[in-house]
């Protein structure tokens, strides 16, 4: 946050009296207007935090809406894709009706065939029957014959066993074929369609309800695929109020940010009087603890404990299996050394502090506060509260105060602190300048 610099208004000189008089009042209300001003920041952040998440719901609604959109997409798709395919099916249910039909003509026609067959076998059994007898005849006249006759009379037997054969084998023809035709017939009555008889067969009656089922299912995949056209039109719909309301959570924030810039200029303006506050001591602290960690990185530096491309090192390298992640440089083994008991010193100033951490340009933290600096674990809310080391915080606050070059910056916002927990907080930092070069800042957490 920049601030607007005004010039300074020309002293006017007062009697001696009137001084005395005025200095407390004047003090009473610069105070005034700076616990005003902090009021004024702390509703700021906490309206700004409450519509940053709501912006962010807004956005997963966003993403959910669009997903949504697209599996309604996908299930229309797989509905026209059902109507195809019951269609298609429906048509070849059809084109088996008719095959069968062909089927039971052929069958008829067998049917035809194997009667005119049974008759022709009842003729034989008839001839048979009659050659039985002529060949009984010849062979009582044969016998009446004697020694001249006994020959014919063997032939005469002979012809009577085989039209007995003869006899036996065309019954058993007839017996087959009326078998035949029976059952024939009744597959014949199965799969004709006879328009005369109003009940149809077994067969015909399973094609039906194929039919009838598949035309369900294409019913009720054009019903489904009407439903998920309105069901698109509505998703969009959807998605445009909800970019809308994005669009208008991000004017939101903007505003509120204005208030907030206001307030945090107010409280510097106040700060830059002179006029002790309940912010002083831990602006003073900063602005300290920004110089001793200075100090020793500078000495680091020219002892040669440390090169200056590895100081300002910034090529952040992810430790695997993170998260939150977090990232190694050049300088953290310094950090480990030299921060922690500048930094848990300051934690002692007040019951207020929450944390004092130096942080690079980028917002990079090496080395927190002990009470985070706790090894993770795989729980993430619980590594987000209390795992916040080897971590870049570049979110608004953070960058601010990272890359703060007047002497002190003091901002109000809202920390998640994990697991759905948030405080309003004041921060002050100092920048950190190492050998001529601003290296970061430090950045002093403290509650309202």
């Given at each position: 946050?920049?601030?607007?610099?005004?010039?300074?208004?020309?002293?006017?000189?007062?009697?001696?009296?009137?001084?005395?008089?005025?200095?407390?009042?004047?003090?009473?209300?610069?105070?005034?207007?700076?616990?005003?001003?902090?009021?004024?920041?702390?509703?700021?952040?906490e309206v700004r935090?409450?519509?940053?998440?709501?912006?962010?719901?807004?956005?997963?609604?966003?993403?959910?809406?669009?997903?949504?959109?697209?599996?309604?997409?996908?299930?229309?798709?797989?509905?026209?894709?059902?109507?195809?395919?019951?269609?298609?099916?429906?048509?070849?249910?059809?084109?088996?009706?008719?095959?069968?039909?062909?089927?039971?003509?052929?069958?008829?026609?067998?049917?035809?065939?194997?009667?005119?067959?049974?008759?022709?076998?009842e003729s034989i059994?008839?001839?048979?029957?009659?050659?039985?007898?002529?060949?009984?005849?010849?062979?009582?006249?044969?016998?009446?014959?004697?020694?001249?006759?006994?020959?014919?009379?063997?032939?005469?037997?002979?012809?009577?066993?085989?039209?007995?054969?003869?006899?036996?084998?065309?019954?058993?023809?007839?017996?087959?074929?009326?078998?035949?035709?029976?059952?024939?017939?009744?597959?014949?009555?199965?799969?004709?369609?006879?328009?005369?008889?109003?009940?149809?067969?077994?067969?015909?009656?399973?094609?039906?309800?194929?039919?009838?089922?598949?035309?369900?299912?294409?019913?009720?995949?054009?019903?489904?695929?009407?439903?998920?056209?309105?069901?698109?039109?509505?998703?969009?719909?959807?998605?445009?109020?909800?970019?809308?309301?994005?669009?208008?959570?991000?004017?939101?924030?903007?505003?509120?940010?204005t208030f907030l810039?206001?307030?945090?200029?107010?409280?510097?303006?106040?700060?830059?009087?002179?006029?002790?506050?309940?912010?002083?001591?831990?602006?003073?602290?900063?602005?300290?603890?920004?110089?001793?960690?200075?100090?020793?990185?500078?000495?680091?530096?020219?002892?040669?404990?440390?090169?200056?491309?590895?100081?300002?090192?910034?090529?952040?390298?992810?430790?695997?299996?993170?998260?939150?992640?977090?990232?190694?440089?050049?300088?953290?083994?310094?950090?480990?050394?030299?921060?922690?008991?500048?930094?848990?010193?300051?934690?002692?100033?007040?019951?207020?502090?929450?944390?004092?951490?130096?942080?690079?340009?980028?917002?990079?933290?090496?080395?927190?506060?002990?009470?985070?600096?706790?090894?993770?674990?795989?729980?993430?809310?619980?590594?987000?509260?209390?795992?916040?080391?080897?971590?870049?915080?570049?979110?608004?606050?953070?960058?601010?105060?990272?890359?703060?070059?007047?002497?002190?910056?003091?901002?109000?916002?809202?920390?998640?602190?994990?697991?759905?927990?948030?405080?309003?907080?004041?921060?002050?930092?100092?920048?950190?300048?190492?050998?001529?070069?601003?290296?970061?800042?430090?950045?002093?957490?403290?509650?309202?």
């Open positions: 946050m920049q601030l607007i610099r005004r010039p300074r208004a020309a002293a006017i000189p007062v009697d001696p009296p009137q001084a005395a008089v005025a200095q407390p009042d004047l003090d009473a209300a610069i105070r005034s207007i700076s616990r005003q001003a902090s009021t004024i920041g702390r509703e700021s952040a935090g409450l519509i940053d998440d709501t912006t962010k719901a807004s956005e997963r609604g966003v993403v959910a809406v669009a997903s949504l959109t697209t599996q309604v997409k996908d299930i229309n798709a797989a509905q026209a894709g059902i109507g195809s395919v019951s269609t298609a099916g429906l048509a070849a249910v059809d084109r088996v009706r008719v095959a069968v039909e062909g089927v039971g003509n052929e069958v008829g026609a067998v049917v035809t065939t194997l009667r005119d067959v049974a008759r022709a076998a059994s008839q001839i048979a029957l009659q050659t039985r007898l002529v060949a009984f005849n010849a062979s009582v006249e044969a016998k009446r014959a004697g020694d001249a006759g006994r020959g014919f009379g063997v032939v005469a037997d002979a012809v009577k066993d085989l039209a007995g054969k003869v006899e036996f084998s065309s019954k058993e023809i007839m017996r087959t074929v009326g078998e035949l035709d029976k059952r024939i017939a009744a597959l014949s009555r199965e799969i004709r369609v006879d328009p005369k008889r109003a009940e149809r067969g077994e067969f015909h009656t399973a094609l039906a309800d194929v039919q009838g089922a598949v035309a369900s299912i294409i019913e009720a995949a054009e019903r489904s695929r009407a439903i998920c056209g309105g069901l698109d039109q509505q998703m969009a719909s959807i998605a445009a109020e909800m970019g809308q309301t994005g669009r208008s959570l991000g004017a939101a924030m903007k505003r509120s940010e810039d206001v307030s945090e200029h107010l409280i510097e303006l106040v700060a830059e009087c002179g006029i002790e506050t309940e912010d002083t001591p831990f602006i003073r602290a900063a602005i300290d603890a920004a110089a001793r960690i200075a100090a020793r990185l500078e000495e680091a530096l020219a002892n040669g404990q440390i090169r200056a491309a590895a100081l300002f090192d910034e090529a952040y390298q992810m430790i695997p299996g993170t998260n939150p992640p977090q990232h190694t440089t050049g300088f953290v083994a310094l950090a480990d050394r030299l921060f922690p008991d500048v930094q848990e010193g300051v934690l002692a100033l007040d019951p207020k502090v929450v944390f004092c951490i130096a942080v690079d340009r980028n917002g990079y933290v090496a080395t927190h506060n002990l009470k985070y600096n706790q090894p993770q674990r795989g729980d993430l809310a619980w590594d987000s509260a209390n795992s916040r080391y080897r971590r870049i915080f570049n979110d608004r606050t953070g960058l601010a105060s990272a890359r703060n070059e007047r002497p002190f910056l003091l901002q109000t916002y809202r920390r998640d602190m994990g697991g759905g927990q948030f405080i309003v907080m004041k921060e002050a930092a100092a920048p950190i300048r190492v050998a001529g070069r601003h290296w970061g800042g430090l950045r002093l957490a403290f509650k309202f």
